[in-house]
């Protein structure tokens, strides 16, 4: 019997939705992929069920694409997500839409549309064209992602099958850039050419891409078809293949899914935030394998107290044409094991925790058919933002440049958005998004160096050496108004944060000082908080919990030092621990090093002393 009948049987006898946790061979899934039977019994979460119905994520999208509606029903909301788009309503102008009237007056829906871009390669043409849709038919601003993707926001519904063929068109694609799949797989995106390691990595990170793509043709269907004629266009959002999900099956991941490819010298892509790490592991300008990493990931419902954030765990090496096999088979794993019940604890973090390494690994051997070596001792060292001018080793140049939370606009005093006009039509370089949600203008000659600067500076753009370190190293999330799941402000905050940072840490001789600050407008990690020098996440409306103590290299948690700091006490609680840090501090110690020595209550105590002498 095909797949897709086997699963409608299945699904039309257990109507209840009542599935075997690890999907054994006599219920479920499991005779579908010849998974170990088990006899416990957990009913599904409801998006289960709406991936199981959903005939390879079609649902009844193309139904809803036409019925003039302002917004998709909820079974659609959540699939759209496989397709590259999440449904969303802006908050700020909900009172406006109330004014309106009508039955879903309280909320004006738009949609956000994110490109999944494996490494954060593009042309300027494909840049350019970006940049289009967003003035054409989103808000006006683009939004580079803190997985080197890029997010349009803003789309309504009649435009959305508009813009994702448009993206198509320049050979890009939104297919998995969210949904519980493999997201974009993320890659260190320097274009150093006299080291023969990063294009090694680089070219890895499009064959996992192209490997871990959904192989559904819903995407094309819907999005790249012509409604009138039936014929398909010109796409970039895989192929044509089978319907049948060899590496999904027909319910996909229990949880999304993420991947990055680092360097011990180069940790940019914060390989330790990932559901599967790949630590290249090169010896005389080879790689000579990868150091497999496991179950990162940074999604907590606080009041959950069965969630939490973790840093992955080194679980293997594997040579180069290893890699491909194993990564599928740990995906293989948390599609089989993950929790399918319960989607606070559905990522692989959480199975990782309940079995142990050990187990977790075994079945990685099972599912890839031998032994895995033990993991090589090399490990990240170093970080590197890749902001300037750099040589890449061909006679030409790359040019970091700092974008503030990744937001590509134009203000009265800045003309961001103009000026990456300006280059792509002058200077046609490739563009490369970095996970610090900036970006690197390549393949520049020497000739092109200062035209690039002279765009730049005609615009007020700040070089990126004339940027602040506490700037420099800052990040957040979308979060307020179009995020549905933020509690409060984080990129629109960050940035007058950052403002009353300097003046601090100028007054106390530490501008000088390299250290993370990440900002979430809720506790789901989306800027990577958790293992930064201090974390700042959203807990209430204007308020933040405090995490210090992690580090640059991101391969360590920080602690909670303070919960339910207002929005305009953020500095101020900070200032005294910055204090003692410049009084207390070891001979080249870091902040998160030293708040990591110091701990919570050391912090706090000192705190304490400090508000009692600026009272007294």
Request: charged fraction near 25%.
């Amino acid at each position: 019997m095909p797949l897709y009948p086997r699963l409608l049987a299945w699904y039309n006898y257990d109507k209840l939705g009542h599935v075997n946790r690890h999907y054994g061979p006599k219920t479920g899934l499991g005779s579908l992929f010849g998974c170990e039977m088990a006899e416990e019994k957990q009913k599904l979460s409801p998006v289960e069920g709406i991936k199981t119905t959903s005939n390879f994520l079609r649902g009844s999208i193309g139904n809803e694409l036409s019925d003039g509606e302002d917004h998709f029903n909820k079974d659609n909301a959540q699939l759209l997500k496989h397709h590259g788009t999440y449904q969303q309503d802006d908050r700020d102008a909900r009172a406006g839409g109330r004014a309106g009237g009508g039955v879903h007056a309280d909320k004006v829906y738009s949609f956000m549309v994110r490109t999944k871009i494996p490494g954060g390669k593009l042309t300027s043409r494909q840049l350019l064209a970006e940049l289009d849709l967003c003035d054409e038919l989103g808000n006006a601003t683009l939004r580079i992602t803190s997985r080197q993707g890029l997010q349009l926001h803003g789309i309504l519904k009649s435009h959305l099958k508009e813009t994702i063929r448009r993206i198509n068109d320049v050979q890009l694609s939104t297919l998995a850039a969210c949904g519980d799949v493999e997201r974009n797989v993320m890659c260190c995106p320097a274009p150093h050419h006299q080291d023969p390691v990063h294009q090694q990595m680089q070219d890895l990170a499009d064959r996992l891409a192209q490997h871990l793509c959904p192989r559904t043709t819903a995407y094309h269907e819907l999005w790249l078809t012509d409604s009138q004629t039936g014929e398909e266009m010109l796409c970039g959002g895989g192929s044509n293949g089978h319907e049948v999900e060899p590496i999904y099956g027909p319910t996909y991941l229990p949880r999304k899914f993420k991947t990055g490819i680092g360097l011990p010298g180069d940790n940019c892509i914060d390989i330790y935030a990932n559901d599967l790490g790949l630590l290249a592991i090169p010896r005389d300008y080879k790689i000579t394998g990868y150091n497999v990493l496991v179950g990162g990931g940074f999604g907590v419902t606080p009041s959950a107290k069965k969630t939490f954030p973790a840093l992955a765990k080194r679980m293997a090496f594997v040579a180069p044409d290893q890699v491909i096999d194993v990564a599928t088979a740990v995906i293989k794993v948390q599609r089989d094991f993950g929790n399918r019940a319960d989607r606070k604890v559905a990522r692989m973090k959480y199975l990782i925790a309940d079995w142990g390494l050990e187990r977790f690994k075994a079945k990685v051997e099972e599912y890839y058919g031998r032994p895995l070596a033990d993991p090589e001792p090399d490990d990240v060292w170093a970080f590197d933002d890749h902001l300037g001018w750099h040589e890449q080793g061909d006679g030409r140049w790359f040019y970091g440049l700092n974008v503030e939370n990744g937001r590509l606009l134009d203000t009265e005093g800045m003309r961001l958005k103009t000026a990456i006009r300006a280059i792509c039509n002058r200077l046609a370089p490739n563009t490369r998004l970095t996970p610090h949600q900036s970006m690197l203008f390549t393949d520049v000659t020497d000739e092109g160096r200062a035209v690039l600067e002279s765009i730049l500076r005609d615009h007020g753009v700040k070089l990126s050496h004339e940027i602040s370190n506490a700037r420099r190293w800052s990040m957040a999330c979308v979060a307020w108004p179009t995020c549905g799941l933020s509690i409060t402000e984080a990129e629109r905050a960050l940035p007058g944060v950052i403002d009353e940072l300097e003046v601090e840490l100028a007054r106390l001789g530490l501008s000088s000082e390299t250290f993370t600050v990440r900002m979430t407008g809720c506790p789901n990690g989306c800027a990577r908080p958790y293992n930064s020098d201090v974390g700042l996440v959203g807990k209430a409306a204007g308020r933040y919990t405090v995490f210090l103590g992690g580090r640059l290299l991101g391969n360590r948690l920080n602690f909670i030092y303070k919960d339910m700091v207002p929005g305009e006490e953020l500095v101020s609680t900070l200032v005294p621990v910055l204090t003692y840090f410049k009084q207390a501090r070891e001979q080249g110690e870091t902040f998160g090093d030293f708040c990591h020595r110091k701990g919570a209550g050391d912090l706090l105590a000192w705190a304490e002393q400090y508000a009692a002498q600026a009272t007294a």
